[in-house]
């Protein structure tokens, strides 16, 4: 059984990772040969994968014309293996010159010294808050490329036909949840919400509703409270009611997303980045800033591009991160295309974006940025994102309830903060 | 051996050792020496002493992925034999197209895993896969398989067991084939029916090939990874994660090489006890004719 020889050594996949140190140059991955006088930049990133990846090549091509020495060689990868891969190709030395890391996992690549200082950057261009997002003890080591938030998607013709009023800026989880049940048709396959059980739905609604994730020294977690069970109880309550169950097929890549432009879906809590996704959908839709509880708060992502350690083109590698985050083709490519938002100071550059197409409501993108939540962040993120959405996930399946599943995983990431 | 020999002994050994020695003696050494450091791939390797068995030993997630192992054991072993004697009983009499069936059953075992995972994750999709669509036409209930914590596991089996049918068929093939037709004759002689001949002759002269079988179908279930890690991931909320599941993300997802390396050890010396149990009660089942 041919099989059975390659999962002998399956075991020993660790020790394997030793073997892949020593394809360092393995072909898959390797620079091609500059020409003279010429260098050339690798460059890895996941926010192009998936219907971004020529707007991508248009900045890189601007890059290219402005510095004619430099050559740029992207490598787009989807989200869900980004960091598998790009974890091993740092350990491998065959990652990328420049690389996109997002906020989450900045803290864990500066933790481990795979990043370069960036000296000499000028702040001018940056928004103040993203720039500092990417330092570590006070040295620049990466440099935000763009910005996201998360709002309300609604079907509006689903609205219409069920004769909701549709939703305002002022809407609390009261209100999402009364329309969401009179927006709920199970016979005909129509669900009237979608809010992943997860992680980063979690810390978000648990800042809607007045709670801390972390306690201020970063030490131990805190969102085992009142408004922590609150807030799980909130996005537990509607797995089987007014919302898709994991049985159903909720969770698994690009459900929801097929829900709502399949008209199957009247509220959806996503992205801005979907709204290129959406410019076909059959049905009119909008957005609409995400409703809260106690306060508002809505989830902002800052991706990052950064330098590695092990470059040995720098210079080069920084000189298209700068280019890539600050320059005004980049601003001009990312607006026109409902990409994610570019991460400038000067607001004026951006107004454009409010009026590049559906959805209407675009203000919205920017009211949310009035209340906004970064994630929780740790050296072990990935274990704790995935702890906290299995113990949410057990309580949304009935396996636990929801006291329980969230001391559970108050326990299990404290045991990751120490 | 004659010292001159030894030169061309190593020169005609070199093509398979230096392989040997290259992917798999030095992967366990240097695995063996991971598995005492805390390692996340990238900074230096630290040295912990024992101290990531010991973790191990005492972390409730490795009680559950050695349990979920072992049903999915449970599950496939039983499946996989019965089905895969039954496909050679049936092959070895004398049916027209006898070549393509026997063919037709073995192609999945050569078939790569992640093929026929991502089939089998269609045809059991809880919505729209085709399992379900008969189910619901017989007015059957309709699980939820990979989505479902309780059904994953059973998901993966009736794949996995599906996949490696042919294999036993083969080597259970292969045993009827090598049973004298002289000593059935005699059963038959003496007045032994269809059922004693099968019960009383047959399977203990397949003994050997059920030993092989059995030895083999356990080491590779305990090893099982590429259809969990297609179909499932390991979900939902883990309920279908599996040892070398465990190993992957450890290393891959959580930069905990070290744990992941003393795991894999410790999935070894299970292995190792297992099948040395097996070797060593064989005496008391296994008939050599």
Redesign the interface.
């Known amino acids: 059984?041919?099989?059975?020889v390659r999962?002998?050594?399956?075991?020993?996949?660790?020790?394997?990772?030793?073997?892949l140190a020593a394809c360092s140059q393995g072909s898959a991955t390797r620079t091609e040969e500059p020409a003279a006088g010429k260098s050339t930049v690798r460059y890895m990133n996941f926010s192009a994968n998936d219907g971004h990846e020529k707007d991508l090549d248009a900045i890189k091509a601007a890059f290219e014309k402005a510095n004619p020495d430099i050559t740029v060689q992207i490598e787009t990868l989807p989200y869900a293996d980004y960091?598998?891969k790009l974890?091993?190709a740092?350990?491998g030395g065959t990652a990328g010159d420049a690389f996109e890391l997002n906020y989450e996992n900045f803290v864990?690549y500066t933790a481990?010294?795979?990043l370069a200082e960036l000296p000499g950057v000028d702040a001018a261009p940056y928004k103040p808050s993203l720039l500092d997002a990417f330092k570590a003890d006070g040295k620049q080591y990466g440099l935000p490329a763009s910005f996201s938030n998360v709002v309300l998607f609604y079907n509006k013709d689903h609205f219409t036909a069920a004769g909701v009023a549709a939703p305002t800026a002022s809407w609390t989880w009261a209100d999402e949840q009364a329309a969401a049940a009179k927006l709920t048709d199970k016979a005909k396959g129509v669900w009237g919400d979608y809010q992943p059980i997860s992680f980063f739905e979690f810390y978000k609604t648990l800042a809607q509703s007045g709670g801390e994730f972390l306690a201020p020294d970063k030490k131990s977690a805190t969102f085992n409270s009142d408004a922590g069970r609150k807030a799980a109880q909130f996005l537990v309550s509607k797995a089987g009611r007014t919302m898709p169950t994991?049985?159903?097929?909720a969770?698994?890549p690009d459900f929801d997303s097929k829900l709502f432009k399949d008209g199957k879906l009247a509220m959806w809590h996503s992205g801005i980045w979907m709204f290129s996704g959406l410019a076909d959908a059959t049905f009119d839709w909008d957005v609409v800033v995400e409703p809260g509880d106690t306060t508002k708060a809505s989830a902002m992502f800052t991706n990052g591009a950064v330098v590695s350690a092990a470059s040995k083109n720098k210079e080069a590698a920084q000189k298209w991160v700068t280019f890539l985050t600050s320059s005004d083709e980049m601003v001009q490519t990312r607006l026109s295309t409902s990409w994610e938002l570019p991460p400038v100071a000067d607001t004026g550059k951006v107004s454009s974006y409010l009026t590049a197409g559906k959805p209407a409501n675009r203000q919205a993108v920017f009211d949310s940025l009035d209340a906004t939540v970064l994630p929780p962040v740790i050296e072990?993120q990935?274990?704790m994102q995935?702890a906290v959405t299995?113990e949410l996930?057990?309580a949304a399946?009935g396996?636990k309830d929801v006291p329980t599943a969230l001391a559970d995983a108050q326990k299990a990431v404290d045991a990751l903060l120490k | 051996m004659k010292r001159r020999n030894a030169g061309w002994v190593l020169f005609f050994l070199a093509p398979s050792a230096i392989p040997l020695l290259l992917f798999t003696a030095v992967p366990m050494v240097s695995s063996a020496w991971v598995s005492l450091h805390r390692w996340n791939l990238i900074s230096p390797m630290e040295w912990v002493g024992l101290d990531n068995y010991t973790h191990l030993l005492s972390d409730p997630a490795t009680r559950d992925v050695f349990l979920h192992t072992l049903i999915y054991c449970a599950g496939y072993l039983p499946l996989v034999f019965a089905g895969g004697l039954g496909l050679a009983l049936l092959l070895n009499q004398r049916l027209p197209a006898r070549a393509f069936f026997r063919a037709a059953y073995f192609l999945p075992v050569v078939t790569s895993w992640v093929v026929v995972a991502l089939v089998w994750k269609w045809l059991l999709n809880p919505t729209s896969g085709l399992v379900n669509s008969l189910l619901g036409a017989l007015g059957a209930p309709q699980p939820g398989w990979w989505t479902d914590p309780t059904w994953a596991l059973p998901a993966v089996i009736l794949a996995s067991a599906w996949k490696d049918l042919g294999f036993v068929m083969v080597i259970m093939l292969a045993g009827l084939q090598a049973i004298a037709q002289d000593i059935l004759e005699a059963a038959r002689t003496d007045g032994a029916g269809a059922w004693q001949r099968f019960w009383r002759v047959t399977l203990p002269l397949l003994s050997p090939s059920t030993f092989f079988v059995v030895v083999i179908s356990l080491i590779n279930g305990f090893q099982v990874f590429d259809q969990v890690y297609v179909m499932t991931a390991g979900g939902p909320s883990g309920a279908s994660q599996v040892v070398v599941g465990q190993i992957y993300d450890l290393t891959f997802r959580y930069g905990r090489a070290g744990e992941a390396s003393a795991l894999s050890w410790i999935l070894f010396a299970v292995i190792l006890v297992i099948t040395a149990l097996q070797v060593r009660g064989q005496r008391r089942w296994v008939h050599y004719a």
Do not use: Y
Not at chain 1, 246 to 249: K, L, V
């Open positions: 059984m041919r099989s059975f999962r002998g050594a399956a075991p020993l996949v660790a020790g394997l990772v030793l073997a960091f598998t974890q091993t740092v350990a864990t481990n010294g795979s994991e049985a159903q097929g969770g698994t072990r990935q274990e995935d299995k996930s057990a399946a396996r």
